[in-house]
């Protein structure tokens, strides 16, 4: 039998126009210390994107979340925030900013598998309800 694990994950999301406080969401970052487990999923809606901002430069925002993906998975090439242990990497990626990419709160669960967990999650909250398949909306409710 499979233990169930304390994880905490947050939101990301994207905020092109700062001022204007409009968002959606882009990406779930999962972090579960007993499991050994920090992962990230990003994906960039570039119709939502442009709704809230025909300027927006999709390629530079692809970059930031690709980046932050690499920090998740500690890929030494994202720098020096990705060598630091996973507890750091998940504080540091969950940390309140005031930029063009944010996260939400931090939110608690318990997971026998978190890379299941971080599919769900991303499926549940970046993937916009109509293009999601009949099995993926059942399993949300």
Same mark, same amino acid.
């Given at each position: 039998? +499979?233990?169930?694990?304390? #994880?905490? &994950? *947050?939101?990301?999301?994207?905020?092109? @126009?700062?001022?204007?406080?409009?968002? #959606?969401?882009?990406?779930?970052?999962? #972090?579960?210390? +007993?499991?050994? &487990?920090?992962?990230?999923?990003?994906?960039?809606?570039?119709? @939502?994107? @442009?709704?809230?901002?025909? $300027?927006? $430069?999709?390629? =530079?925002?692809?970059? /930031?979340?690709?980046?932050?993906?690499?920090?998740?998975?500690? $890929?030494?090439?994202?720098?020096?925030?990705?060598?630091?242990?996973?507890?750091?990497?998940?504080?540091? =990626?969950?940390?309140?900013?005031?930029? *063009?990419?944010?996260?939400?709160?931090? /939110?608690?669960?318990?997971? +026998?598998?978190?890379?299941?967990?971080?599919? @769900?999650? #991303?499926?549940?909250? *970046?993937?916009?309800?109509?293009?999601? +398949?009949?099995?993926?909306?059942?399993?949300?409710?």
């Amino acid at each position: 039998m +499979t233990t169930a694990a304390a #994880f905490q &994950y *947050v939101v990301l999301r994207v905020v092109p @126009r700062v001022e204007r406080g409009e968002c #959606f969401n882009a990406g779930v970052v999962v #972090f579960c210390r +007993t499991k050994r &487990y920090l992962a990230a999923r990003v994906e960039l809606d570039e119709q @939502r994107l @442009r709704a809230l901002d025909p $300027d927006a $430069d999709i390629a =530079l925002l692809r970059n /930031h979340l690709d980046a932050l993906v690499r920090i998740a998975e500690g $890929d030494r090439s994202a720098g020096a925030m990705a060598v630091l242990d996973a507890s750091d990497r998940f504080g540091w =990626l969950a940390a309140p900013s005031s930029t *063009v990419i944010q996260c939400s709160p931090i /939110h608690t669960g318990l997971s +026998t598998d978190p890379g299941e967990t971080l599919e @769900r999650l #991303f499926i549940a909250l *970046v993937r916009p309800l109509e293009g999601r +398949t009949s099995k993926e909306s059942s399993e949300k409710r």
